[in-house]
């Protein structure tokens, strides 16, 4: 079974505009953590945000929040006022604490094009 | 800052060679990981290593293996390049006490 799911491989968002990446994930370890990764054209993985699975408040990074809803078992990006450089795929992704090898399980990711 | 290097950011093989994709970093991390990125399936784990001359197959071993003879180097072969493997390979490291991962820049292999 696919433990995240992204379900929209690609959106537009005009700019300046907010936007919100969805993400679904599937656990039965009780501690994790999630993790959103922009990668623009030129290929490297930048993370952008990390929410635990006890973490109280939704994380925040600047225009990068996660509104972090567990009994949905989601995780969904939102970003504000978005960028033109703000174009990129994007990758939502999952850490097990069970799992003792920290490898980070992936979703299919979702490609956002701003629009001036 | 955490770097993570790969040796070629573009590489064209033919079919049956053995290939050979470095990857080195600088900041002593214990674990190491090899995905593929694939159009439409996001990164898949190949192989990862949390210790020198230790391995662990990841979600999609076959064709490919591992050697980590330093802690700073993690090398992904592929015995006998087919056209299937075409694809990018990224190369990450963490530390266990971090939650973080440090990719490389990512080498995109083409076999033709």
């Known amino acids: 079974a696919q433990k995240i799911t992204q379900t929209q491989p690609g959106m537009f968002v005009q700019e300046k505009e907010a936007v919100t990446l969805d993400c679904t994930y599937d656990?039965?370890?009780?501690?994790?953590?999630l993790f959103w990764y922009k990668q623009p054209s030129s290929g490297e993985m930048i993370f952008l945000i990390y929410?635990?699975?006890?973490?109280?408040q939704n994380a925040t990074e600047g225009r990068y929040s996660l509104n972090f809803q567990k009994a949905r078992k989601s995780a969904n990006l939102v970003i504000s006022a978005s960028q033109l450089g703000d174009s990129a795929m994007y990758f939502c992704?999952?850490?097990?604490?069970?799992?003792?090898?920290?490898?980070?399980?992936f979703g299919s990711g979702t490609r956002l094009l701003v629009r001036p | 800052d955490v770097k993570v290097t790969q040796s070629s950011r573009y590489l064209v093989k033919r079919t049956g060679e053995k290939v050979f994709l470095e990857c080195v970093q600088d900041?002593?991390?214990?674990?190491m990981f090899w995905y593929r990125q694939d159009p439409g399936l996001g990164l898949r784990l190949i192989y990862f290593?949390?210790?020198?001359?230790?391995?662990e197959k990841g979600d999609i071993p076959e064709g490919y293996s591992v050697s980590r003879e330093k802690k700073e180097r993690f090398s992904l072969i592929l015995e006998s390049a087919s056209t299937n493997q075409t694809s990018m390979y990224l190369c990450?490291?963490?530390?266990?006490?971090?939650?973080?991962?440090?990719f490389g820049s990512g080498t995109r292999l083409t076999v033709v």
């Open positions: 990450a490291s963490s530390s266990p006490n971090l939650y973080g991962y440090t």
């Open positions: 656990t039965s370890d009780p501690s994790y953590g």
């Open positions: 929410q635990g699975s006890y973490d109280q």
């Open positions: 992704a999952m850490r097990e604490t069970m799992d003792s090898s920290y490898k980070l399980i």
């Open positions: 900041m002593d991390h214990e674990n």
């Open positions: 290593s949390y210790d020198v001359k230790m391995k």
